[in-house]
């Protein structure tokens, strides 16, 4: 595996490969009569790009466009603002991944709740979540259950676990998203013009080719599932070039070292036996169907959505922030008057600045000049 992965880096592959995209590009142009536009679904892939410089190595052949793969990012508000509804109950111990902390919502972040005084805490797993509750049966300890399929199985696995430890302390306020509607609404979108996916090598690690293949049966999109390696990036790339160039559509699995046609059976398995599809409020993109998770009828008792109901007033996100617009590819973080001013690391306002996976905090470390 490690020699596999030093191919992988390695430049002497990267640098004909990348000659080679940019001559399909201008092939491609050619053909579109512009550049073609592609989205990176995944925000380990923005991240990947924009310390790869291969943004800037193919500005004006390519348009790549960031997308809603940041699990942060597309929380919508609301439910940011009740996971610090929760943080001030009495009694409510909040776990959390250490992303989510420094979130703005409405009214502050969980950070400063937690320096107000709440209960609230950093785990590595939502194992980590069982065990503190195992161990505080006098607190009630919700997990703040955010992120995409990638995480959500270990979730499922943390309420069978507690269920099957009885512990009565312990729920999840469940926040998870399904990629693929997602996609089918950014292709919906009259305002959004694209040409392919770049599709994420870990959630699709769990998903499966074939659960994906829609986009080019239903749509005519092609779509590349890559790795996070330049020369993973270069090589999907260069196949979605092809793939226009020739006016073709097939969703290709261009990580075959992780991903199969099947995805992880029994990582689907557990959660599709805890988890059932529901609509779901994504920033930037609406309420989409089918595109969120909640507990199964027979798993209802660890919501902690239906265990503590908290009224949240209406949500109020800072109203220069662009966030939303970046999910759907619609600007880059350049095009936001806030980003690198009144909105950096020390001091964000919005999502896409806090979050290792945002495109804003990617850009603001990467691809500044100055």
């Given at each position: 595996?490690?020699?596999?992965?030093?191919?992988?880096?390695?430049?002497?592959?990267?640098?004909?490969?990348?000659?080679?995209?940019?001559?399909?590009?201008?092939?491609?142009?050619?053909?579109?009569?512009?550049?073609?536009?592609?989205?990176?679904?995944?925000?380990?892939?923005?991240?990947?790009?924009?310390?790869?410089?291969?943004?800037?190595?193919?500005?004006?052949?390519?348009?790549?466009?960031?997308?809603?793969g940041c699990p942060v990012c597309v929380t919508d508000p609301a439910e940011i603002d009740a996971m610090i509804a929760l943080a001030r109950l009495p009694g409510v111990t909040v776990t959390t991944f250490g992303d989510m902390m420094r979130v703005p919502g409405s009214r502050g972040s969980l950070e400063e709740e937690r320096a107000r005084g709440a209960d609230v805490r950093v785990v590595y797993s939502p194992a980590d979540a069982v065990e503190l509750a195992a161990a505080?049966?006098?607190?009630?300890?919700?997990?703040?259950?955010?992120?995409?399929?990638?995480?959500?199985?270990?979730?499922?696995?943390?309420?069978?676990?507690?269920?099957?430890?009885?512990?009565?302390?312990?729920?999840?306020?469940?926040?998870?998203?399904?990629?693929?509607?997602?996609?089918?609404?950014?292709?919906?979108?009259?305002?959004?013009?694209?040409?392919?996916?770049?599709?994420?090598?870990?959630?699709?690690?769990?998903?499966?080719?074939?659960?994906?293949?829609?986009?080019?049966?239903?749509?005519?999109?092609?779509?590349?599932?890559?790795?996070?390696?330049?020369?993973?990036?270069?090589?999907?790339?260069?196949?979605?070039?092809?793939?226009?160039?020739?006016?073709?559509?097939?969703?290709?699995?261009?990580?075959?070292?992780?991903?199969?046609?099947?995805?992880?059976?029994?990582?689907?398995?557990?959660?599709?036996?805890?988890?059932?599809?529901?609509?779901?409020?994504?920033?930037?993109?609406?309420?989409?169907?089918?595109?969120?998770?909640?507990?199964?009828?027979?798993?209802?008792?660890?919501?902690?959505?239906?265990?503590?109901?908290?009224?949240?007033?209406?949500?109020?996100?800072?109203?220069?922030?662009?966030?939303?617009?970046?999910?759907?590819?619609?600007?880059?973080?350049?095009?936001?008057?806030?980003?690198?001013?009144?909105?950096?690391?020390?001091?964000?306002?919005?999502?896409?600045?806090?979050?290792?996976?945002?495109?804003?905090?990617?850009?603001?470390?990467?691809?500044?000049?100055?």
């Amino acid at each position: 595996m490690q020699e596999a992965l030093r191919r992988f880096r390695d430049p002497d592959l990267a640098r004909p490969l990348l000659e080679r995209v940019r001559h399909l590009a201008g092939r491609a142009a050619e053909r579109l009569g512009r550049p073609p536009a592609f989205m990176e679904v995944c925000g380990t892939h923005t991240v990947a790009i924009s310390r790869a410089g291969l943004r800037a190595a193919l500005r004006g052949l390519v348009d790549l466009k960031s997308g809603p793969g940041c699990p942060v990012c597309v929380t919508d508000p609301a439910e940011i603002d009740a996971m610090i509804a929760l943080a001030r109950l009495p009694g409510v111990t909040v776990t959390t991944f250490g992303d989510m902390m420094r979130v703005p919502g409405s009214r502050g972040s969980l950070e400063e709740e937690r320096a107000r005084g709440a209960d609230v805490r950093v785990v590595y797993s939502p194992a980590d979540a069982v065990e503190l509750a195992a161990a505080c049966p006098e607190r009630q300890v919700v997990f703040l259950g955010v992120g995409f399929e990638t995480t959500a199985p270990a979730v499922a696995l943390s309420a069978l676990e507690a269920a099957r430890r009885r512990l009565a302390n312990f729920s999840v306020l469940t926040a998870h998203k399904l990629y693929p509607p997602a996609l089918e609404a950014l292709l919906a979108d009259p305002e959004v013009e694209l040409d392919g996916f770049l599709l994420p090598g870990h959630a699709t690690t769990i998903l499966g080719r074939r659960r994906l293949a829609f986009l080019a049966e239903r749509y005519g999109v092609p779509a590349v599932i890559a790795g996070f390696e330049p020369v993973d990036i270069l090589g999907a790339l260069h196949e979605l070039l092809a793939q226009v160039v020739a006016g073709e559509a097939r969703v290709v699995n261009a990580y075959p070292r992780l991903v199969r046609e099947e995805g992880n059976p029994r990582a689907l398995a557990v959660m599709e036996a805890v988890f059932e599809p529901v609509a779901a409020a994504w920033r930037g993109l609406g309420t989409i169907p089918d595109s969120g998770l909640a507990f199964r009828p027979a798993w209802r008792e660890l919501d902690a959505a239906a265990r503590f109901r908290v009224e949240v007033p209406p949500s109020r996100p800072h109203p220069g922030c662009r966030c939303g617009d970046l999910m759907k590819g619609k600007a880059a973080p350049f095009d936001c008057r806030l980003f690198a001013r009144a909105c950096r690391p020390e001091r964000p306002l919005g999502p896409c600045m806090v979050s290792s996976e945002g495109a804003c905090a990617a850009y603001y470390k990467y691809e500044r000049a100055c």
